[in-house]
Structure formats: C-alpha cells, structure tokens
C-alpha cells in the first residue's frame, strides 16, 4: 500500500512539473519581440505576433505594441480574427504647443485590425488605421481636428457670409 501511494505522489510531482515546464514555454513563446525599425514591426503586424517599436515620427515619440492573436494556436484558422496594435503618443514634439502636448502626450489607443486588411496596411500612418481604433488619444485626434475646423470656420465666418449673399 505505501508503495502504491508513492508511486502516487510521484506522479502527481512529475505531471506538475510538465505543468509548469509547459506554462514557462508558453509565456517565453509569447513574449513580445523588441522590433529595432518599422521592417521588423511591420512584419510581426502582418502576421499578427507579439511585438513591440519605439518610433519617433515628426518630432514625436510614438510606441506600438502588437499581441500574438489566439487563432495561431488553433489547429484552424478563425475567419473573422483580429490583431490588435497598441499607439501610444508617449512624447509630442518640442515644436508643438502646450495645449497639443497637454490633450495628446500619454494618451493611447488600441486598434482591432481584421486579418484581412493586414497585408495592404502601413501602420505608421495613423489615418490608415484610425478607424479600427478606440480610445483617448483617438478621441484627443478628433477633438483637435474638430477645435481647428471651428476656428477656421469662425476665422472665416465673413467670407462665407458674403459669399452667401452674393449667390442670394
């Protein structure tokens, strides 16, 4: 009987051990790969695998992170999956204005992009994937773009006015 139960425990030892061999492989397999440049990102987002790019664009500072989508694990491949990209504008540019760097500096959003669209898609481009976005810095985007049209409608409000009139 005892060596029944140590043979029990034994087991029980050995299989937590391939538990935990196989939980530590799993989370190194899904590390995110550190990207260098926009090749190697743009190649991880074509594929959808876990990746991650510091860029600086236009005097500002952006972070891009991608996950590993679920569907590469699966022995089929889901029709309608996503991959999701991370932006984060982490420092504006020195040229900007306070008010720029208050309403977007820290802010970011997450992009559901569908498989589909990944190989035709320049992520570094922002108005290429805006509309799978959500979040602050999407909202922040749109807020400025909306505040720039006001005033210039505003700035221009004379001239509209008159031209108005002359087609009355």
Do not use: W
């Amino acid at each position: 009987m005892k060596k029944r139960a140590g043979n029990k425990i034994q087991t029980q030892r050995v299989l937590k051990v391939v538990i935990l061999v196989i939980i530590v492989a799993y989370i190194i397999i899904s590390l995110p790969k550190k990207c260098q440049n926009e090749e190697c990102f743009s190649s991880k987002v074509q594929s959808c695998k876990a990746a991650y790019l510091t860029k600086e664009k236009d005097g500002n500072t952006y972070f891009y992170s991608t996950a590993e989508k679920l569907s590469n694990y699966l022995p089929y491949k889901a029709k309608n999956s996503m991959c999701f990209i991370e932006v984060t504008l982490k420092k504006t540019s020195p040229a900007a204005s306070e008010d720029i760097k208050q309403q977007l500096e820290g802010k970011s959003m997450t992009c559901a992009l569908p498989v589909n669209v990944l190989p035709d898609l320049d992520f570094e481009k922002v108005e290429n994937i805006l509309d799978f976005c959500h979040g602050k810095l999407k909202e922040s985007i749109y807020e400025l773009v909306i505040n720039r049209m006001h005033n210039l409608v505003l700035g221009n409000l004379n001239e509209i006015r008159s031209a108005i009139l002359n087609e009355i």
